[in-house]
């Protein structure tokens, strides 16, 4: 990696570290009470690090997926399932997981478990159903080898009532209706995390026959338009909350002291962007031997660079 592209991995992930500090106010805000805002500050801003094109999108569209998952109760981490914020060339988009969504449909009171999971070509799997019964059998593979490719994905619902439900996905469902439409194309979690979005997706079905929280309910119906290759818009409110939040404002104190107005977080389009960190903050004030606008750090960078 040339030195120029790390001058521009490092500036921008200050510029995302300095986004999400800038909106503590209103990620606290949006958060329950047993999530504290400092520790959703950390994992998102470890999310932009692990991910470098997360950084790399608009700054309304980082703040909307996280305002999203904070309203939601649910941490970005991408470990524990419950959410990921992933990027779709220059938007970022908040996804719910699997554990996620089990968590939002326990707080309805009405569920008590949710067990979602994939069958392998070597498991024993058994599963038809009659008119007045399921029958469904599954004994996962335990032998030392490779289970083999997935075949099936399903969940099981037990109900606080005593009564329980199974959803059996077969692979083709999974492929047609819900991978085909993937806008992340040939990256993203169905490349990297295929078992996991499999069993979300018998997770979202098997909840469509469910009674529904509200933001449960908005919650599936977000991730099917997902799955149809749909953008989803911030709602107004959300709109309004980011752009408070993210202009930057001048103080009373910096009025009076002449202070000019602090830059803003992303690049401004008609400012030129520095042809070795591509930021366009501060302005570039030097050029380069081919007249590329550049920062006089970049420029001494890539001169250092070029003499060894």
């Known amino acids: 990696m040339s030195s120029g592209q790390l001058v521009k991995q490092s500036d921008a992930r200050v510029g995302f570290k300095g986004l999400i500090e800038r909106n503590r106010a209103a990620l606290l805000q949006a958060l329950p009470e047993h999530i504290g805002v400092e520790r959703f500050m950390r994992v998102a801003i470890t999310a932009g690090i692990q991910n470098p094109a997360l950084t790399r999108c608009s700054a309304e569209s980082i703040m909307g997926a996280l305002l999203q998952s904070a309203q939601l109760g649910l941490v970005p981490d991408g470990l524990l ?24 449909a326990l707080r309805t009171g009405r569920i008590a478990a949710i067990i979602p999971e994939v069958v392998h070509e070597k498991d024993e799997f058994e ?14 593979y335990e032998g030392a080898d490779d289970p083999g490719a997935v075949t099936h994905a399903y969940c099981i619902i037990r109900r606080k009532d005593g009564t329980a439900s199974v959803t059996v996905l077969p692979k083709a469902k999974i492929e047609r209706e819900h991978r085909a439409h993937s806008k992340a194309g040939k990256t993203g979690p169905w490349q990297s995390h295929y078992e996991p979005m ?55 104190l910096d009025r009076l002291a002449g202070t000019p107005v602090p830059a803003s977080p992303f690049p401004d389009s008609s400012v030129p962007e520095c042809a070795g960190c591509s930021s366009s903050t501060p302005t570039p004030s030097v050029t380069d031997d081919e007249g590329r606008a550049m920062h006089p750090e970049c420029l001494a960078v890539l001169k250092k660079t070029a003499k060894k």
């Open 81 to 104: 399932g419950q959410a990921f914020i992933i990027p779709y060339g220059d938007k970022a988009q908040f996804q719910v997981g699997a554990q996620g969504l089990a968590e939002l």
């Open 127 to 140: 599963w038809w159903r009659e008119v007045d019964r399921d029958h469904f059998r599954h004994k996962p």
């Open 198 to 252: 499999a069993k979300k997706t018998a997770v979202i079905v098997a909840l469509k026959w469910e009674a529904k929280s509200p933001e449960l309910a908005k919650v599936i119906s977000s991730e099917e338009r997902l799955d149809a290759g749909m953008d989803l818009p911030l709602t107004t409110e959300e709109k309004q909350i980011i752009e408070a939040e993210t202009v930057p404002q001048q103080s009373a």
